[in-house]
């Protein structure tokens, strides 16, 4: 927002610094004290110090002889008196029922500050105008998106560089005439029409253009008056996709020979995207993977957590030695300790009699990746820190200490400060683990690298399922971008894999698609006041509510259909307050 905005404006903002003076005193006179102050307007007084009136210097001209007096053209009741903060709404009321009265502005002590004169106040609001235009064509045509207005007729009204080149359509010629005679399949429209906005949402505006669109109605008070649409280009990545879909074997191909070449690879190649909340992970993750410093990754299920863990133990110097992963909610917890640790032979009923090595032991020199932290039940959370501390443990049923040297990255979806104040996970032990925190961000925040995601599943299934596929349907691909994917880039691989079966040629159409992904296309954001968070919360909750009645409540079958761990699920529903 740019300020301050017309509607906040006060009478300080539209009026005329006067000068003083007794209204006994001639027009020759006034002009003389004007002239001495430097100011073009006047209050004149009575005798007694009470307010006569007040004018311009250019009412002056041509009126009687210099030495009349201005108590003769100052009858009385020709002004008005209004305050510092009185809103220019209430002075331009004041204007709309005697044009040519003159307001006398008083300030906080009640002394005539200032003169408001109708010529002035529309000076004024001519200026600004003028400025707001400037500002607006400055901001137009600096984005790089091709940026739309229309009114409420549906009649161009703004048309920037970008929409030019994009669309090779010149401002002139576009301009003033409705954009249906251009264009057909508007969202710009749809908008205006259903007073909701549109975010990221893909869009073929005409044939052979591909472009993701943010959209949102034009407001004035209450009222709709137009709408106003950015697009950003993404024909060249679609047609770049399906190249590289076409071309699989080559790329491999290649790809063997650059490694040939370069040694060894980039060890974050598995990590597809290029939005910037992505890469500001990686850079942050490239950053601490040469250290030894504990990591702990959050994001929700699905989003690539091991995937980081495991790309910053290849980068660092590590990289020789073993990475091993151990899941704190998927093994029993009487059984976690002699995981983590290890048991001496004959430690318990059943034990193998040699023993057994545990996690620790197996990951020393190397990294231990700790996935979902957030399940280890607090007796085990102890002596898990202990070891942080001392870097020494005792195999379960042993009496001997065992050195290691062991870098810990760990991993979860859930609150952990939440958990800490509820009294469920050791605030001493968050402090060890989260030496620097990485944040992974669900799909949903960065839906830019969908397209990049999907050519490179169908890619990877159409190899698996002997399919030649080489192009995905526009409305596949606005249904993916529609789509709020609760189970992130995992739901998405699980979804392609499932569009690849289906597909019969080298296209994926959206007669492949499942019913909830159809419903997402159409889907608009239901209140353009609404915030990102709590537009979210609905969609997930609708989702994950659809799941279940149509599980008829069973939750494995619910997850499984929703593409998700049915621990997400169970967090999930507790978060979004499903019962």
């Known amino acids: 927002m740019v300020g301050p905005l017309v509607r906040e404006w006060t009478a300080e903002q539209v009026m005329i610094t006067p000068v003083v003076v007794p209204s006994h005193i001639s027009i020759a006179e006034a002009r003389q004290h004007a002239a001495a102050s430097g100011v073009v307007g006047l209050v004149a007084l009575t005798p007694g110090g009470d307010i006569l009136g007040a004018l311009t210097l250019g009412r002056l001209d041509g009126l009687l002889s210099p030495e009349t007096p201005l108590s003769e053209l100052l009858p009385a009741g020709s002004f008005r008196v209004v305050g510092v903060e009185t809103p220019l709404r209430e002075v331009l009321s004041i204007y709309r029922e005697d044009s040519a009265v003159v307001l006398i502005v008083k300030g906080v002590e009640g002394q005539p500050v200032g003169i408001v004169d109708a010529g002035y106040v529309a000076s004024c609001l001519w200026e600004h105008l003028r400025l ?108 770049l996709h399906e190249e590289l879909s076409r071309a699989s074997t080559q790329v491999r191909m290649l790809e063997k020979e650059i490694n040939k070449i370069n040694g060894q690879r980039d060890a974050f190649h598995r990590i597809i995207g290029h939005s910037r909340r992505l890469a500001e992970t990686i850079t942050l993750a490239r950053r601490v993977a040469n250290t030894n410093a504990a990591v702990l990754v959050r994001g929700e299920s699905g989003t690539g957590k091991e995937l980081f863990a495991e790309a910053i133990h290849q980068e660092s110097q590590r990289r020789d030695r073993p990475f091993v992963v151990i899941n704190c909610g998927a093994i029993p917890p009487t059984l976690f300790e002699s995981e983590l640790f290890g048991y001496q032979a004959g430690a318990f009923t059943g034990a193998d009699r040699r023993g057994k090595p545990g996690k620790f032991e197996l990951a020393n020199g190397g990294t231990l990746f700790l996935d979902e932290i957030g399940e280890l039940q607090p007796d085990m959370q102890v002596k898990l820190l202990r070891v942080l501390q001392n870097k ?149 909750r609708e989702i994950i509510a659809k799941a279940l009645e149509k599980a008829k409540g069973n939750k494995a079958l619910a997850a499984r259909q929703l593409g998700i761990p049915r621990s997400t699920l169970y967090y999930k529903m507790k978060a979004l307050q499903i019962t």
Request: glycine share 4%.
């Open 392 to 540: 020494v443990f005792y195999r379960v049923g042993g009496s001997e200490s065992i050195n290691v040297d062991v870098r810990v990255i760990a991993a979860t979806h859930r609150d952990l400060e939440g958990m800490i104040t509820q009294g469920l996970f050791r605030e001493d032990l968050y402090y060890r683990l989260n030496v620097v925190s990485l944040e992974v961000p669900p799909l949903r925040e960065r839906k830019e690298d969908i397209p990049e995601l999907v050519y490179m599943f169908i890619q990877e299934f159409a190899r698996v399922h002997l399919r030649q596929i080489s192009q995905v349907a526009p409305e596949v691909m606005s249904a993916l971008l529609s789509y709020s994917w609760p189970g992130n880039v995992r739901e998405l691989r699980n979804m392609v894999e499932r569009l690849v079966i289906l597909a019969e040629g080298e296209a994926i159409k959206e007669e492949y698609l499942p019913e909830s992904l159809r419903q997402a296309r159409q889907r608009i954001k239901p209140d353009a006041s609404s915030t990102l968070a709590e537009l979210t919360f609905r969609t997930e």
């Open 132 to 239: 707001v235009e400037s500002r607006l064509g400055a901001v137009v045509d600096t984005v790089n998106e091709a940026v739309t207005i229309i009114d409420p007729r549906d009649v161009v009204v703004g048309w920037n560089r970008r929409a030019e080149e994009l669309y090779n359509i010149p401002a002139s010629e576009i301009i003033g005439r409705p954009i249906e005679s251009f264009f057909t399949s508007l969202v710009v429209t749809r908008v205006m029409q259903d007073r909701r906005e549109v975010r990221n949402a893909y869009h073929q505006p005409c044939e052979g253009t591909h472009v993701l669109i943010n959209a949102t109605p034009i407001r004035l008070e209450d009222q709709v008056v137009g709408s106003i649409s950015a697009e950003r280009d993404i024909t060249e990545l679609v047609y």
